[in-house]
């Protein structure tokens, strides 16, 4: 089994992520509460949340169900409003950075329009901000080829397997420049061989471009693969109970999660899991 | 029990033109015959015809031209009685369209009702040489809905009316008669029997039956003397059996009173001079008769003469 | 109840709309009358009147507006007119009265139900046949379709008088056109709704080995109890204009459908009106019956959650 | 024994579409033409018997045989009549009330409000007997086809508006954020998201719509028409007791019917082949 | 961490469960065969299939997306049918033995019928079988104790959290006396707290009755930590690409999953799944 160590010897080009991710703080969260007012009473969803993510940062959430991973997520792309305290993206407010195509957004499923083309999908956003025929075109050639899905842009996405589909998903998020990549548990409805198979693809991805990536996942070693920081969540009211940033480095084969500072961190992430999590499942 | 039972089918809905056989109803007249009748009432989607040849009804009211042409289709009815003896049918105008005689019609609209009921109307324009299929020359028809607004609407330059129920209604909606001119089928010689009583030719071979009309007859006819010598009374009596509700009083006692003037000349035997003038006006027709040959056992008097003595 | 603001918000549009509307509709009329009553009017005769819309000669005699709202044969009467003659009948009557539209309610209520009875039954059994079995999915199913594009009011009166000549009269005829009208919804309804079963509940009954009266019982029936109501919805109105259509050919007596009919004939309108919108109250009565009784079974069977 | 023989004919038809239908073949389009088209025939072959065994009067019921000879000989009269009432009544109400209660939905769907107040309210008019408003349209707009499309343009209103309603409410809580996380705005979204998530559901309206208005314009010919349509013909040949014109009326009412929702069908397939109910 | 003999020593009656295992064989499948017949051409869904499963064994299914565990499983409760080969279930076919009630069969997903409660869905199979209304209340009560689900019978299952409903759909697999449990992805998709916490209560299921278990997962830990035996197929045409006996004790705490041993499984059954994977996701 390779050591940490000896990973990090074959990491050939550390410096370039690790000055992207010292960068300055893209999103800051400050004291975000939000409840939700439901038939059947208030759901404080979100309590007192402080959270700030750098610039290239690849953050993931994760915590037990209900503990409102999806709703911070939605409050960062101003899908939804906190009730109180402050959030701030490239120090504007979420609505406005929307506006201003801040966000690439992927969600937990797929969620590709049924009538349109694996092109004509990943097009959407683009004919919506306006893009040329041309510059069109060229782009959802360019992302295709990122996600390994070149040939099938005249597909419908019935017509592809799950995996793909989740890739198109993601495809349509990088079609535009998003500054900021969201994604609530992307992976989450695929077998174990090809979620490895997209993790890889998806730190390829991160290492060439230089987006700042917010993750949810349930998995623990997923998280861990991934993240340069993993933020652990509990319910009830939801909120932060950790926030562990990853010794990793950078270039991580998927060897090292048999290493055993993989395994150091997973074993963290699963007692703040178990700590946070009350045993009514 | 089979030898008592009646059941007559009208063409219409309830109201005086059929006073005398509610009269006999409510004053006992068939009851003293010994009959026990059932009344039917009609509506816009009733055969006549039709419900008799389903064995619906023993008798039916229809229009002589109607029930001429259901023989030749092949349905043998028989005309047992004729309580009216004068036709109420005509054509009322706008005055100021300038329609003054039958030749004026040419390049008009015209209302007809059809269901049956557009054969004197055809007869009559097809004697006239004027043709029905719109154009300069010819009328242009349209199908008559159930109400005098193609009229009032000016959508029509005339429409049919009966002297008893439509004419009236025109009045009724504020026009003074000096604004309309009326064309009588009576009077253009156009006439055909109206409201006659039928039935189905096999049966008149059963004695039973027979002797069942007879009685239906003779109460009848008492009926409708009795209505036109009372016509409020009558009138108060088609009220007392309209189920709508809707049908008001002073409508019903002009409808008998105008009825009245139609039945009066009857004594229920049919006049055979009118069934021919009847016959005469619809094999006139033209390239399209409404039959194409002299009906054979279309009337009887059988009924009649054993009723009436 | 959240419902109510809206819903008298569209309904005030739309008393407002017809309001405009009535001057225009019965100017023509009304200045014949008014001329007659020798009232001005401009231009002065029916013919030039001819010439002009309803609108147009509306603004030319201004003074004649207020009596096309109280014109006794109106082309469109005004709302209070239709109100004024829906209070005379329905509350200012006795129920027994032939006057009283609660009683010709009552005549057109009867033969619905039973017809809704029968179409509904009809038209579970079908779906049953039809998802049940290959053959009667893949015969019955077309013509079920093509026995809708039939006119129906050309078919009464031989259905009428084909029952008639069997000895039947007087509710069943009406209830069998209203049960033609109602038994398609129900059918489309049932056969998507026992059909709706996903593959996985199929299934878990297969490894119970259960039968298919259980499966039916136990899965189906329950699985389309919201398809089940959306249909009955649809066919308890479908059923009641079928019993109004039904009331022409059956003689029009009585009845929502006779009053609209002899209305139009005896010259007042009102009283069709009257008919028309007491008919639509009704089949708004039973649809709204229906969601009731919809929203309790559902409620029970938990399928109500959201 | 006719009787008996009608039965035998039935039971051979059915026969034969269970064979069919349990056959190695039976998702063949011909083969899913051929089991209606049999058990139609047997209908009419019984039909036929029946009427011909025991003899029944043709002002009752007339045989197929019949009918079908009036069919051939009155072609020019029934495409004269097909023509004014499908052609001018039922396709130009059709398609006024098709845009009518499509725009009313679009409008309603702007706000919880508007949807709250229009839909009773349209249900409350769907429930307007045609016995009732019939009269009335012929009053106001004429005998002629005008009114006839109104009355279809009324009947067809509802369904069309309440399906299309429903189908642009029928977006998921994703598709629309998605659209969100993009800034687009009303426009993009109905045209991009929402009116082609509503497809299935405005042709299944459009499906319901297309036999009501065959029936409106039809039985509207009923309270005043002029000299042409397949009402005035329905119901004159009725009068007349020509009751094979009635049915050979009621047949092409029938095909044109079936033919019209077939075509809905068929645009429907193209449109949204994207549906999971099309595929 | 403990190893695997340290855990061996906590184990108190490994002869009982032992016993069971070495019983004779329930299901025996030979060289089964099954084409699906679809509109795109005929998919051979398995191929040369040959198993043999023990009585009281619990063996796990794992591979690749479409490889044919579902339809294997379904197989075994005679919902599909083999177009070749043999396939016996305690000597009689699997048709016969449905008819004996053979099978307790839990879905991917829980599949409770939402216009029953909780108690009705667990009746269901016992209003079906014939089990009279007494005998109905015991057996309700006794299942939904087994799976910490009492005072839930009066609740609907949209009032459930998704693991509830699990629970309940298990319940109810386990309300008659099935000797053969087939559950096909239970725990797909919840998250991994809770589903260490149902595995660990399906193992203790398990070693109190005597049952057969058959279990499908994508998760590798997942197969490793309950099965006496995991099979891992790989697709086009699905067929048996490798039979792991576990040797880990019978007695498995959560911490096993860091034990060497149990990550020397892992890793047989990561590289026999990524050798049947093909890279087209
Ligand atoms: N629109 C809403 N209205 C009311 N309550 C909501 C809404 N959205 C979320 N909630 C509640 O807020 C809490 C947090 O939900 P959220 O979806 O963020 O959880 P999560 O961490 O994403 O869970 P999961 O892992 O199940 O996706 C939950 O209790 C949920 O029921
Ligand atoms: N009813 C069916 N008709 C046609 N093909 C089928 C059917 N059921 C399954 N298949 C095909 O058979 C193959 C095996 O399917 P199966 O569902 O057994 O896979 P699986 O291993 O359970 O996959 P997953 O992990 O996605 O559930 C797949 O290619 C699938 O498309
Ligand atoms: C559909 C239909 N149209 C016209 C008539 C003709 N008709 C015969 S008697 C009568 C009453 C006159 O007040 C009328 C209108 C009918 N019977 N049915
Ligand atoms: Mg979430
Ligand atoms: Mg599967």
Redesign the interface.
Known sequence: MPTVAELAAKQLTPGSRAAAASGATVITARNLDLTFQTNDGPIHALKNVDLDIGKGEFVSFIG???CGKTTFL?CI???ETPTAGDISVNGMTPDEA??A?A???V???A?L????TIGGNIR??L???GFDKAEQAKRIERVLDLVDLNGFDRK???QL????QQ?ASIARALAFDADILLMDEPFGA?????RD??NEQLLKLWARTEKTIGFVT???PEAVYLSTKIVVMSPRPGRISDVIDSPLPRERPLEIR?SPEF?EIA?RVRDG??AG?S??? | DEANEVTLQLQWVTQAQFAGYYVALDKGFYEAEGLDVTVLAGGPDIAPPQVLAGGGADAMLNWMPSALAAREKGLPVVNIAQPYKTSGLMLTCWKDTGITSVEDFKGRTIGVWFFGNEYPFLSWMSQEGISTDGGEDGVTVLKQGFNVDPLLNREADCISTMTYNEYGQVLDAGVNPEELITFKYEEQGVATLEDGIYVLEDNLDDPVFVDKMVRFVRASMEGWKYAEANPEEAANIVLDNDETGAQNEAAQVRMMTEVGKLTAGSNGALDVADYERTVATLLAGGSDPVISMEPEGAWTHAITDAALN | MKSILPVLTVISAILLFWVVCVPPMNMHLVADQAQRDDLVVTPDTPAARQEFSGAGLALRNAHLIPLTYTFVRPRLPSPHQVAGEMYRTIIGQKITSKRSLVYHGWVTLAPTLLGFLIGTSLGILLAVGIVYSRVMDKSVMPWAIVSQTIPILALAPMIIVVLGSMGIQGLFPKSIIAAYLSFFPVVVGMVKGLRSPDAMQLDLLRTYNASKSQGFWALRLPASAPYLFASLKIGISASLVGTIVAELPTGAKAGFGARMLVGDQYGQPLVSWAALFAAALTAAALVGLFSVIERITLKRMGMAAT | MIILYAIAIWAAGWWLNVKLAKGAQSDHPIVKILIPAIFGITVILVWELLVRGFDVNPVILPAPSSIGARLLVEGPRLWADFHQTIIKGAMTGYVIGGIAAFGVAVLADRSDFLTRGILPVGGFMAALPIVGTAPIFVKWLGSDWESKAAVVAVMVFFPILVNTVAGLKDT?A??R????????GYW?TLF??RL??A?PFIFNGLKIATTLALIGAIVAEFFGSPTVGMGFRISTSFGQLALDMVWAEIVVAALAGSAFYGAMTLIEKRM?F???SQ?
């Open positions: 037990p169900s209900g939605r792309a101003g899908l929307r506006r195509r966000y690439g957004y969600f937990q499923a969620g329009y049924p009538w349109r959407l956003p004919e919506i901000m419908f996405p019935w397997s799950g995996g793909m890739r695929l077998d174990e061989i090809v198979h997209l349930h998995s623990i048999d395994i074993h899991l178990r999590h045993d009514d499942v | 998921s994703m598709q954020d998605l659209m969100r996380t993009y800034g687009a993009p991009k998201l082609p998530a497809m949204t994207w549906h999971p595929r």
